[in-house]
């Protein structure tokens, strides 16, 4: 399938909360996009080609610019395709709590339900991209009362945010339902009974989740891997205004790399282009391709001079 320098490319697989919260955005928006599906656990060899090595998905492609996390893939679907608006307001405090604590929460739940249902080749390789730490699903059913209550307590908040409304920007959906939806969203995927006891004896959140499922993921095509190698071969990287760091940090033209601090910390080097108050953009010469840029927000990766 051939793709041009101006297409959307989502790297996902269809289980994947993260990706959700993009493919709910590309469908508020009704954008235009190719899907990349990408295997579930490694090995994932023209992924990895094209970040540098950073394994976790989503990823998002626009020809020889690779954006990593979510927190920036959304602003760039924002800027690229800004009709409807879905930025502003609180949706941003909003991320930091659903994506390092809340998830953590249904997290618990899920694998205490189905872990025991889930390949040991799929349990060994979350526990290699959790840097090694223990995942077993027997002992996380003993924090699974914690986490059903923590997620309880939060329901009950999202449900009282709504009110009379349904989404919580209002008229029309924004990043903040964008930030709720995928937690719900993988609850009721893998735990359908317990997210429905959940959500029981709340209209509001009934109707929200009832219109997040109706909004669809836009209109999208599906394309191999191996396509969006061959984009990225054909592009260059979008020009760029080059900044400096901060306090000590490198500076532009100097060999660094950056990481995810959290999991999944595969370290990618390459050549210092931009580190701006939100961003870090990366250049790697990659043989056979030529240049990428890879970008990746501040908030949630290390940038450090390379070894």
């Known amino acids: 399938m051939h793709i041009d320098h101006t297409t959307l490319v989502l790297h996902h697989y269809d289980g994947s909360p993260y990706a959700e919260k993009v493919r709910f955005v590309l469908g508020a928006k009704s954008a235009r996009w190719v899907g990349v ?61 659903t994506d390092r604590v809340l998830f953590q929460a249904v997290v618990t739940v899920v694998f205490s339900e189905v872990g025991r249902l889930m390949p040991p080749a799929f349990l060994a390789d979350r526990q290699a991209l959790a840097g090694g730490r223990p995942l077993d699903p027997a002992a996380m059913a003993s924090t699974r009362p914690h986490a059903l209550s923590q997620l309880r307590a939060t329901l009950c908040a999202l449900s009282r945010a709504l009110g009379d409304q349904v989404w919580l920007g209002g008229v029309r959906p924004t990043f903040a339902d964008a930030h709720a939806w995928f937690l719900l969203w ?18 509001a959140l009934i109707r929200w989740t009832e219109a997040c499922a109706a909004l669809g993921h836009g209109r999208h095509a599906e394309a191999s891997p191996a396509d969006a190698v061959e984009a990225a071969r054909r592009d260059l990287p979008d020009p760029i205004v080059v900044s400096d760091g901060f306090l ?8 660094v790399t950056i990481a995810a601090d959290d999991y999944g910390r595969d370290p990618i080097e390459g050549t210092l282009v931009r580190a701006s108050d939100d961003e870090f953009v990366v250049r790697r010469l990659v043989p056979g391709i030529g240049p990428i840029d890879v970008h990746a927000p501040r908030l949630g990766f290390v940038l450090a001079r390379a070894q």
Do not use: S, W
Not at 194 to 203: A, E, Q, V
């Open 186 to 203: 993988f609850l009721k995927r893998n735990c359908p009974d317990t997210f429905r006891h959940l959500i029981d004896g709340h209209p």
């Open 248 to 255: 000590g940090e490198p500076g532009a033209g100097e060999r």
């Open 37 to 97: 599906t990408q295997p579930m656990i490694m090995p994932k060899p023209e992924l990895t080609l094209l970040t540098g090595g950073y394994r976790r998905i989503p990823v998002l492609q626009v020809g020889a610019d690779i954006y990593l996390d979510t927190r920036l893939i959304l602003a760039q679907i924002e800027r690229r395709v800004p009709d409807p608006p879905m930025a502003g307001g609180h949706a941003e405090l909003l991320q930091i709590a």
